[in-house]
C-alpha cells in the first residue's frame, strides 16, 4: 500500500475541476514517511534554532508547508484553519501562513490581495476594507473549467478571522507548532505592530517575512514602524524576523540605486548583485533579532550563466536563451546563489530559507498559479518558452533542499522521495 499523509484520505471533489494534490507515494513506507517527517519538521524549530543552529542542520533541510497544508480539490483552502489541522494531524511543525492588511491595521490570512478567489461575488481589495466587513463571512472554493472561474463554488463552512485568532488556535493544536507569517503589506512594518499589540506570548512562535518593495532598506523599516508606535531600544529582541529577496528585488534594487546616481544604466554584474545584497542584508543582521534569516530565491537557473555573463544555456535542452531581460534574471539568480552559499559559512547563526514554489493546481494537464494580486487562475507559460524555463527552475525542489536550511514547499511528499534518493 503506499505511504501517505491524512489528508489523502479526504475525497476529492471532482465538481471543482481540479486535480487532487499529491499525498501519497509507493517509493517509501509509512514508516519511512512518518519518520521523515519528525526529522525534517522539528518541533519548536525558531527556539531550537537560536539555542543551536548547528543541532539543527544536523537533521538535514527542515520543511515549512507553504501556505499550509491545503487541497482545493478535496474543499480544503489555502490559510485556512482546516489547512493549518491537516498540517498538524501529519505530524508537521512548521507552516507558513500569507496575512493581508486591511484598512484599518488588522491582518486575515489571505494569498491574494482582493477576496474574489474566496468570497465570489464580493471582489475587494482587502488593503481598503475594513476587516469588520470580512471577519465571519464562509470562505468558498470555486469551481474551475477550462483556466478559469465558473461561479459555481463550494463552501468549506470556515469563517473569515483574524489572524491572531487563527494563530491562537493553531497553537492549542499538538505542542511545538511554529509558523513564518509572510506579511506583505508595507514590507511587513505594520504587522510589526499588529503582532506587538495582539501576540506578545506568542511571538516566540512566529517568523515575520518581510520584503524590500516600499521600505528599501532596513533604517526605512524601522522608521516606518516607530513612526507608527515608538519602541523601547531593543524591541528587535522580542521578534523572530526575515527579509525576502528574488531575483526580480534585486534586479529592481539595482535599478533603484542606479536611478538615484548619476549613472542611469544599472550595474547589473554578479559581482555588484552579490554587493548589493550584502548592503542590503547587513543592517538587518546586526539587529538583536532572537533568530534572523535570509529567505532568498536561489535555483538552479544560476548555473546555466556563461563565464562572461553575456550569455546563458539550458543544461538539458541545449536552449540558448536570447532575452535579455531573462539573462538579466539568471544573473541576478546567480549572485542569490553566491551569496546564499557565503552566508553559511560567514554567518552561520542565519537561518537560510528557499522557496520551491510548484504549481498551485492542474487542469487537464496543464499547471495554473492563482494570481497573489487578483486570486484569479494564471496558467503557466508556454512549454519551451524562455519564461517556461526560468518557471521550472523556480519550482526546482532539489537545489533548494541542497542549498538552504528551511524550504518552504507546496509538495512534501517531492521533497521526501528526492531526501531519500527516490526520484
Given at each position: 500500500m ?5 489528508i ?9 475541476g ?20 519528525k ?52 505530524g ?87 509558523e513564518i ?24 512562535q512566529?517568523?515575520?517575512?518581510t ?62 548583485l ?49 532575452k ?63 519564461e ?19 524550504v518552504?514547499?507546496d ?13
Amino acid at each position: 500500500m503506499p505511504a501517505e499523509l491524512p489528508i489523502n484520505k479526504v475525497p476529492v471533489i471532482s465538481a471543482l475541476g481540479m486535480g487532487a494534490r499529491r499525498y501519497e507515494t509507493t517509493s517509501l513506507t509509512q514508516g519511512q514517511l512518518d519518520g521523515m517527517i519528525k526529522q525534517h519538521s522539528l518541533p519548536n524549530i525558531f527556539a531550537a534554532w537560536a539555542q543551536d543552529p548547528a543541532s539543527v542542520r544536523s537533521h538535514g533541510p527542515q520543511l515549512a508547508l507553504h501556505r499550509l497544508l491545503f487541497d482545493w480539490s478535496r474543499g480544503i483552502d489555502d490559510n485556512s484553519a482546516q489547512a493549518c489541522a491537516a498540517l498538524q494531524k501529519a505530524g508537521f511543525n512548521l507552516g507558513e501562513r500569507d496575512v493581508t492588511k486591511t484598512k484599518d491595521r488588522e491582518f486575515i490570512a489571505a494569498h491574494p490581495m482582493s477576496t474574489g478567489r474566496f468570497l465570489p461575488g464580493e471582489s475587494l481589495k482587502i488593503a481598503t476594507t475594513s476587516w469588520l466587513q470580512l471577519v465571519g463571512k464562509k470562505r468558498v472554493i470555486q469551481q474551475i473549467s477550462d483556466g478559469q472561474f465558473t461561479g459555481t463554488q463550494h463552501s468549506t463552512n470556515e469563517p473569515i478571522e483574524l489572524y491572531d485568532t487563527q494563530l491562537r488556535h493553531a497553537l492549542v493544536g499538538p505542542p511545538g507548532y511554529n509558523e513564518i507569517v509572510d506579511a506583505r503589506n508595507w514590507d511587513g512594518g505594520d504587522f510589526i505592530i499588529y503582532a506587538w499589540q495582539n501576540l506578545q506570548r506568542q511571538l516566540p512562535q512566529i517568523l515575520i517575512q518581510t520584503y524590500p518593495y516600499n521600505l528599501k532598506t532596513y533604517n526605512e523599516f524601522e522608521a516606518y514602524v516607530l513612526n507608527i508606535r515608538p519602541m523601547q531600544t531593543g524591541w528587535q529582541s522580542s521578534f523572530n524576523m526575515t527579509s525576502c529577496v528574488t531575483a526580480e528585488t534585486l534586479l529592481m534594487m539595482a535599478n533603484t540605486i542606479a536611478a538615484q546616481s548619476e549613472f542611469p544604466i544599472a550595474d547589473t554584474s554578479v559581482r555588484n548583485l552579490e554587493a548589493i545584497l550584502e548592503d542590503y542584508y547587513t543592517p538587518w543582521m546586526q539587529q538583536p533579532w532572537k533568530i534572523f534569516a535570509a529567505n532568498l530565491g536561489i535555483g538552479d537557473a544560476g548555473n546555466w550563466l556563461s563565464d562572461d555573463e553575456q550569455s546563458a544555456t539550458h543544461p538539458e535542452t541545449g536552449y540558448v536563451f536570447k532575452k535579455s531581460n531573462v539573462i538579466e534574471t539568471i544573473k541576478a539568480i546567480k549572485a542569490i546563489n553566491n551569496y546564499n552559499a557565503r552566508l553559511r559559512t560567514e554567518h552561520p547563526h542565519v537561518m537560510r530559507i528557499a522557496m520551491a514554489r510548484t504549481a498551485d493546481f492542474y487542469h487537464e494537464g496543464k499547471p495554473y498559479f492563482f494570481s497573489m494580486a487578483t486570486g484569479k487562475p494564471v496558467a503557466w507559460p508556454e512549454e519551451g518558452t524562455e519564461e517556461r524555463y526560468l518557471t521550472d527552475a523556480a519550482a526546482g525542489i532539489r537545489y533548494a533542499l541542497e542549498k538552504a536550511d528551511v524550504v518552504m514547499t507546496d509538495d512534501p511528499i517531492s521533497c521526501f522521495e528526492i531526501i531519500a534518493g527516490k526520484v
